[in-house]
Each structure stands twice: as C-alpha cells, then as structure tokens.
C-alpha cells in the first residue's frame, strides 16, 4: 500500500486489534467477570425472565459453582449457547464454562471438556394433549412430523434409529413447542425434564408419552485440557449435592414440573 501513510496503516491496525483483543479471552480471562453459557428459553431448567433476571436449575448450578469459583453474582456475565454453538462457543473463549442440558459424549469431549455429570435424564417425546396415535418413537414413521433441535443428541439419535421420520430441526426447542402448539408439527423430542418444563408452562396443552429411551448425562462444558477448572468446577458440584443445596434447587425449580429429584449421579473425576 505505497500511497497510504504509515500512521494511517497504524491506526487501522490498532482499530482491527483492539476489538478482537477485547473479546478473544480464552483460558476464562475475562477480567473481573465470569462468563457463563445457558439456555434463555427452557423454563424450569435456563430462562431468561422478562424481568432479565435469569432462573432455573441449569443456571443454580452454574451460580453455585461461580461462586465457589470466587465469583459474585454481580461478577456472573450470561450467555446464551443454543444447542448447535456451545462447543464453539468453548472453543473460542467466549464463555468460561457451559451449563445448558449439556449431554456428555465422546463426539463433543474431542473439542471441550466435562465436569460432572451433575444430572441424569433421557430422551423422550411430547404431543399435543388431546393425540393419542403418537405412542413412541416408532409410531413417529406413521407420517408423523417430528421437531427437535440442530446440534442436539435426540436430534442425531432419531436420524440414527429412525431415519424415516420426518425430522425438522430448529434452533430452540421453544421455536418447536409453538410449532406444536400451532399444528404445525405433531410432536417434540428432546429430555424429559426441558419436556417436563414446556408441559408445566401451557397446563393442560401437551403431555409426554412414553419412557425415556436414551441415558442423557448433563455436564459441565469448559475449555478442552484445562484440568484445574474441571476439578474445581467438580469440587463444587460435589459441595453443592452434599450440602443439600442440589436437592433444593431441583425441587423448587423442577418441583412445578411434576418431577421428583433424583439422586444425584456420581461424578466422573476420570
Ligand atoms: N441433552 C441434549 C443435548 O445436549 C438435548 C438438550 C439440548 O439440546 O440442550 O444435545
């Protein structure tokens, strides 16, 4: 660039640094805040209240441990990680460490790390109240139209065991729930605690049918080889189940659900 001057190329050059140096902050350096991943549309489990406040299990969890962490409430900076962008999320720094109905596989633990399991589910469906030819997964290839949500395990899990149901994958699982509720898909698949939260919201309006058929074990997602944080992040969630806090916090959060807690999975410090 020979007719640009120097001081020019300079400024632009600090212009282009400084914004990426502001925000590429991986290894959790984000200053004096800790920036933690959830979910803003699950209730129950991550919500965003209209208030701004945010509630649910996942996000207790991930308080708890913010503060064992060292961290205040006032120092917790929230981010929303659907289902398809936590493990980039991770990856470039953007967040410290993810609690959003994380399932722990081995495809996601060759990019990031898991502390936890800090809960077990499973995969199940919900339907609009008043169906009652959607009896499982298998009734589902009867030109059923299912949703769930890119990125997700039940996702993959149904066009692995079911390839011919036709599958629609949203961003959220909200955005599928309003498609069910308006007639435009016949039924939803995901965990049975988020079902649980959408089936508690709109009484009356969906059910879940079913068991559970998969094992959906919740982590912890942080930085890929960053030890430390893992066993701390673990010590925490331990602190949390024995002290009781754990107990209380599924209870009054997915208590409403009709869900009763259970014991708390042991944690994998392998
Ligand atoms: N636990 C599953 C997963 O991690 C489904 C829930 C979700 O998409 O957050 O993919």
Not at 74 to 91: F, G, H, N, V
Not at 152 to 174: C, E, G, H, R
Not at 231 to 239: G, L, P, V
Request: charged share 25%; proline share 5%; hydrophobic share 35%.
């Amino acid at each position: 660039m020979p007719s640009v001057p120097l001081k020019l190329v300079g400024a632009v050059a600090l212009a282009l640094a400084l914004p990426f140096a502001a925000t590429a902050c991986g290894g959790g350096d984000h200053g004096n805040k800790i920036v933690i991943g959830t979910k803003y549309d699950q209730p129950g489990l991550g919500q965003k209240k209209p208030d701004g406040t945010m509630a649910g299990f996942d996000v207790d969890v991930a308080k708890f441990v913010a503060k064992e962490l060292g961290y205040t409430e006032d120092q917790i900076e929230w981010k929303e990680s659907p289902s398809a962008q936590r493990e980039t999320l991770i990856q470039n720094g953007q967040v410290d460490y993810i609690v959003a109905t994380y399932s722990i596989t081995d495809a996601r633990k060759e990019k990031v790390d898991f502390a936890g399991p800090y809960l077990l589910t499973g995969q199940s469906l919900l339907v609009r109240a008043d169906n009652n030819d959607i009896t499982g997964a298998a009734s589902l290839e009867n030109n059923k139209k299912l949703c769930s949500v890119s990125g997700s395990t039940p996702a993959q899990n149904i066009k692995n065991k079911f390839p011919k149901v036709q599958l629609q994958q949203f961003d959220t699982y909200s955005a599928c729930v309003d498609a069910l509720k308006n007639g435009v898909i016949d039924a939803v698949t995901t965990d049975e605690v988020i079902l649980a939260g959408y089936a508690a919201q709109s009484p009356g309006a969906f059910k879940i049918v079913g068991d559970t058929f998969t094992e959906e074990r919740y982590g912890i997602g942080l930085k890929k080889g960053d030890i430390e944080l893992r066993t701390k992040i673990n010590d925490a969630i331990e602190k949390m189940e024995s002290s009781g806090a754990w107990k209380e916090a599924f209870d009054r959060n997915l208590g409403p659900a009709g869900i009763e807690a259970p014991a708390p999975p042991a944690i994998d410090r392998g």
